[in-house]
T-cell receptor
Framework: GAVVSQHPSWVICKSGTSVKIECRSL??????MFWYRQFPKQSLMLMAT?????????EQGVEKDKFLINHASLTLSTLTVTSAHPEDSSFYIC?????????????FGPGTRLTVL | SQQGEEDPQALSIQEGENATMNCSYK?????LQWYRQNSGRGLVHLIL?????REKHSGRLRVTLDTSKKSSSLLITASRAADTASYFC???????????FGKGTTLSVSS
């Protein structure tokens, strides 16, 4: 099956710094990637939709200037959390959409745990 | 916004018992999917059921879909300790691309 990787798998940073998370589709091209956020004991919440070569579409309530998304190639999307604060600590999961669009088949990355001190 | 609502929120059973989780959703769908997530890990796709299907099986999993009631259920038969995880249903958003997840059911299977 299709594989999606994320890097890093976990990161600890100081408040005020920026953190970049990479999401790669390893064996397929993904015109669309999605970023989700999951707080402890909660469900996944869609943050934004990332389309290759165009600006990301953010969900209501997600600050686009704080969560910068770049989808520069068909296999890579990045999420940069700018000026991170402790409340940004969360599990960030990406997914890539490519093989079976008819049935909305997505492949999920393993997630990145961000802890902001 | 979340599309699906699962119940129960938490379920504790013994190995060998069956576990049933329910999911309700709000809008019309083309399909509904179920995922499993082990604590602190990524998602594992379990099964997809299309809107024109009423029941689907995969190993020890049985999924039903009732579009008239906008609900689905996931049955895990003969549960094992390894089934301990959170289970989420998911449907597509209005654009038909991203997935909207329910709140999830946390299943604990004790041996």
């Amino acid at each position: 099956g299709a594989v999606v990787s994320q890097h890093p798998s976990w990161v600890i940073c100081k408040s005020g710094t920026s953190v970049k998370i990479e999401c790669r589709s390893l064996d397929f091209q993904a015109t669309t990637m999605f970023w989700y956020r999951q707080f402890p004991k909660q469900s996944l919440m869609l943050m934004a939709t990332s389309n290759e070569g165009s600006k990301a579409t953010y969900e209501q309530g997600v600050e686009k200037d704080k969560f910068l998304i770049n989808h520069a190639s068909l296999t890579l999307s990045t999420l940069t959390v700018t000026s991170a604060h402790p409340e940004d600590s969360s599990f960030y999961i990406c997914s890539a959409y490519g093989t079976s669009p008819t049935y909305n088949e997505q492949f999920f990355g393993p997630g990145t745990r961000l802890t902001v001190l | 916004s979340q599309q699906g609502e699962e119940d129960p929120q938490a379920l504790s059973i013994q190995e060998g018992e069956n576990a049933t989780m329910n999911c309700s959703y709000k809008t019309s769908i083309n399909n509904l999917q179920w995922y499993r997530q082990n604590s602190g890990r990524g998602l594992v796709h379990l099964i997809l059921i299309r809107s024109n299907e009423r029941e689907k099986h995969s190993g020890r999993l049985r999924v039903t879909l009732d579009t008239s009631k906008k609900s689905s259920s996931l049955l895990i038969t003969a549960s094992r300790a390894a089934d301990t995880a959170s289970y989420f249903c998911a449907t597509a958003n209005q654009a038909g691309t991203a997935l909207i997840f329910g709140k999830g059911t946390t299943l604990s299977v004790s041996s």
